[in-house]
């Protein structure tokens, strides 16, 4: 299908290659630890993965992909550290970060009247089948159209139907992205939910390889301060004043050869170190302006 006069999508999209999801790292090798990240279709973490790559290249990061339905329970039964979810989740022992909302489209052939649109409502699909699959992200209140026979199991198969001509598809923009053909288009309708994508994972098992995760979909740099706190020691050194202690005071002798001749001459108006007599800086309380010359001394008249 195309969509080149859609709307791009909220999701963040990347090129980088992503592990092969047949190839699990091997977690059980003792002192090589790796990361399980769970995705739903439609989601492409390959731009985070890459980011995870540079930072950790020593923790492999493997990649699991299940349904909208299962990946809460991947996460509660410990299958995966971390997973791209769709809201609503059950937040009782999930802990879950919003992402991005998508754009919901109606998939349909491109000789379907909607093609002709640049958007159209749920109204607008009143007369068509509108195909309502099992693993449907999106939480109607209501279902638009008219009810199809018996609902496909998958999107997939939702998919074929509308190239078969039997009816229109509802769903989140990347997963019409996802499932592609040529004969088919999409277009963005108004009045339909929408879906959330989030990141989740256990609240009890917030491991450090999960706030690692976290500081990357969050856009955090390495050096950032909100990431993994610092090691005690570390932040012990760093607290430690400098020997010595306070600030630097000048030498002694840097300023005893001019200290003793102004101690001088505030104590008795005496002469200065150059021979001339106190000065203004020197006697304080004389007359305002008779100041002394240095040098030679005054001839009596």
Do not use: C
């Not at 999701?11 to 592990?19: F, N, Q, R, W, Y």
């Amino acid at each position: 299908m195309t969509g080149s006069d859609a709307p791009h999508s909220d999701a963040p999209h990347s090129d980088a290659p992503l592990p092969d999801p047949s190839a699990p790292a091997d977690r059980s090798a003792a002192g090589t630890p790796s990361f399980r990240l769970g995705y739903v279709p439609g989601v492409t973490p390959g731009k985070w993965v890459r980011i995870w790559q540079e930072r950790l290249p020593d923790v492999p990061l493997e990649l699991l992909q299940t349904t909208v339905g299962e990946a809460p329970g991947l996460l509660r039964d410990g299958g995966a550290d971390a997973g791209f979810v769709r809201l609503p989740v059950d937040r009782t022992d999930l802990s879950a970060i919003p992402l991005y909302t998508e754009t919901t489209v109606v998939v349909v052939p491109k000789d379907h009247l909607v093609a002709a649109a640049d958007e159209v409502t749920v109204e607008d699909l009143a007369d068509d089948i509108v195909l309502h699959p099992l693993d449907d992200p999106l939480d109607w209140e209501e279902l638009p159209g008219k009810p199809a026979f018996e609902r496909p199991a998958t999107t997939a198969d939702a998919v074929e139907l509308v190239a078969a001509g039997i009816g229109v598809l509802v769903v989140p923009q990347s997963l019409a992205r996802l499932h592609h053909r040529r004969d088919l288009t999409y277009r963005p309708i108004t009045g339909a939910p929408q879906s959330q994508v989030a990141l989740s994972w256990r609240e009890d098992a917030t491991t450090d390889l999960v706030e690692d995760f976290i500081g990357i979909v969050r856009g955090r740099t390495v050096n950032s301060s909100r990431g993994r706190r610092p090691e005690p020691d570390r932040q012990a050194k760093d607290k430690r004043p400098e020997k010595g202690g306070g600030t630097r005071q000048k030498p002694a002798g840097a300023g005893s050869r001019t200290g003793g001749a102004r101690t001088q001459s505030k104590a008795g108006g005496g002469r200065t170190a150059r021979g001339g007599t106190g000065g203004a800086k020197g006697a304080k309380g004389g007359p305002k302006g008779t100041t002394a010359k240095r040098g030679r001394p005054r001839r009596s008249s």
